[in-house]
């Protein structure tokens, strides 16, 4: 008897139950911790307000085309990604099935460890636990960060019982659906979130000196856009702020209505991710200025990014508020919380799908067993070298897997199945139709092309001196076997039968 191939199949999908919900979904995957740290020291770094020019920029050619690429293939083949992949070609479902692998066992692992540090660092605020020395509170006692890779130490119990705390909320969201578990849970994340960025903000505003660092935040400095480096880094952070090329929009596309306007709605989740990252920024730069005023240090001096800015600068800076320093801390690290949990979840929704759209486990089955193995499979970054292990992992993760896995998206998409066949089902549902320009041409050609150029870059850098100071032998070991042995099990998974659809 033949095996039924994921054309014949017509199962029963969730449903989003409104519009807005599904919009506050994809918006709560796009703004992830990086959202609120990391856009704002790259428009630092690159000209300031002048940055968002060339960033727009990207986003109009690349950010917002992927984005209906995502939003189109999963609604219009009504699948995660390997089944809308197997769909678009038979022999591309190992891409789909790539993609989500090694995000849901590789970068949701560490990030759920980020994710606990915030946490930990929420219960810190209330006593300021930090101290008078941040930098060697959070390093040396809290990480206990060792020698190297080579060196894994202690598990670190602060971090382990976070972690458990996290993988339990992410189990819990996802384990009651899409409609009972992430639109409810994203509902009520995402006004938060918003809430909490303007509360930072507006006390920001109150504290002496802040203006200063909003200021240097935004300044724009237009010499900075004949630097090809500033639109390299517009187009680098648009790939990772959108969280694109990891089958999250994929699967959340494919719970939507048949009637649904994915023009506009690949442009209202781009620019509320922007508009977030950009307000973010107002508070972060803030907080700089003041503890700049208050140190009476340069302000270049106080300027980090990164988790040194979350779990060094910022304690530093609470330290500093001539009060409700604990209040302040707390509103901080819930924000960068409810933002992590609300990407993280994501993440473990698309793999979720992927494996009920083929296998057709139940639901509850596939969360538990999934939290569990992604709270084992993050142990490692809970220990004294885990900090190492996450560096390494996260670069060959999300520099060469998320490139190259945008790259082969694009291919597949733009040349086998054909970019106007995308074009045509978009704009069938659309209000306002999206033209060649917006779509096949950044598709066939723009989006590959600079995807390329980052990718060749990253490789050619890592060759001329190794990735961080890390010994050879660990970043292969570590970062290049991570993303094989993803790469042989999406293989070996898309080799396996479709199974018949329970009715």
Same mark, same amino acid.
């Given at each position: 008897m033949a095996q039924p191939t994921p054309q014949t199949m017509e199962p029963h999908r969730a449903q989003w139950k409104t519009q807005w919900g599904f919009l506050l979904a994809a918006v %709560? #995957? $796009?703004i992830g911790l990086g959202s609120i740290w990391r856009f704002a020291y790259v428009c630092y770094e690159n000209g300031g307000g002048a940055y968002l020019i060339p960033y727009f920029v990207a986003l109009v050619t690349a950010g917002v085309p992927l984005m209906i690429l995502e939003y189109g293939?999963?609604?219009?083949?009504? %699948? #995660? $990604?390997?089944? #809308?992949f197997a769909k678009l070609s038979p022999h591309w479902e190992w891409l789909g099935w790539w993609t989500v692998t090694f995000v849901m066992f590789g970068i949701v692992l560490y990030y759920a460890v980020v994710i606990a540090w915030c946490v930990c660092y929420l219960w810190f605020s209330l006593s300021l636990a930090w101290g008078a020395d941040p930098n060697a509170f959070f390093f040396q006692q809290f990480l206990g960060v060792t020698a190297g890779p080579q060196v894994i130490g202690d598990i670190r119990s602060p971090i382990l019982l976070a972690l458990v705390i996290v993988w339990a909320a992410n189990w819990l969201i996802v384990f009651f659906g899409v409609e009972h578990g992430i639109e409810k849970a994203n509902k009520i994340f995402m006004p938060l979130l918003m809430i909490l960025i303007l509360v930072l903000v507006g006390w920001t505003l109150t504290l002496p000196g802040s203006?200063? %660092?909003? *200021?240097r935040y935004l300044k724009p400095d237009f010499s900075r856009l004949t630097d090809p480096k500033v639109w390299v880094d517009a187009y680098s952070?648009? =790939? =990772? +702020? @959108? #969280? @694109?090329g990891f089958g999250i929009m994929v699967a959340y596309a494919s719970y939507l209505p048949k009637k649904a306007d994915l023009h506009r709605d690949a442009w209202v989740t781009s620019l509320v991710d922007t508009a977030v990252s950009l307000v973010a920024g107002l508070a972060v730069f803030g907080t700089l200025g003041y503890m700049a005023a208050q140190t009476g240090k340069p302000f270049e001096q106080v300027v980090q990014h990164g988790i040194g800015l979350a779990f060094v600068a910022y304690p530093q800076a609470i330290s500093l508020l001539p009060h409700l320093q604990q209040a302040f801390g707390v509103v901080f690290f819930l924000t960068l919380t409810v933002a992590g949990i609300a990407s993280s979840i994501s993440i473990l929704e698309a793999f979720c799908a992927a494996v009920m759209d083929k296998f057709h486990y139940p639901r509850k089955t596939v969360v538990t067993v999934l939290s569990v193995v992604g709270f084992l499979g993050g142990i490692v970054f809970a220990t004294g070298g885990g900090l190492s292990w996450l560096d390494i992992v996260d670069h060959f993760l999300s520099h060469y897997g998320l490139f190259l896995a945008c790259i082969l998206q694009c291919v597949l998409v733009g040349w086998v199945y054909g970019a106007h066949r995308l074009r045509e089902h978009v704009n069938a549902v659309s209000a306002t139709?999206?033209?060649?320009? @917006? *779509?096949?041409? &950044?598709i066939r050609y723009l989006i590959p092309a600079v995807l390329a150029y980052l990718l060749i870059s990253d490789v050619i850098k890592d060759i001329r001196e190794p990735y961080g100071g890390? &010994?050879?032998m660990a970043l292969l070991l570590i970062g290049r076997d991570w *993303?094989?042995? +993803? @790469? *042989? $099990? $999406?293989l070996i998974i898309a080799m396996r039968p479709w199974r018949k659809p329970l009715k």
């Open positions: %709560g #995957s $796009a293939i999963g609604h219009q083949m009504r %699948g #995660s $990604a390997p089944m #809308s203006m200063d %660092g909003m *200021l952070q648009i =790939f =990772f +702020t @959108l #969280s @694109l139709p999206v033209g060649k320009w @917006l *779509l096949d041409v &950044p890390y &010994p050879w *993303l094989v042995v +993803t @790469l *042989l $099990a $999406a």
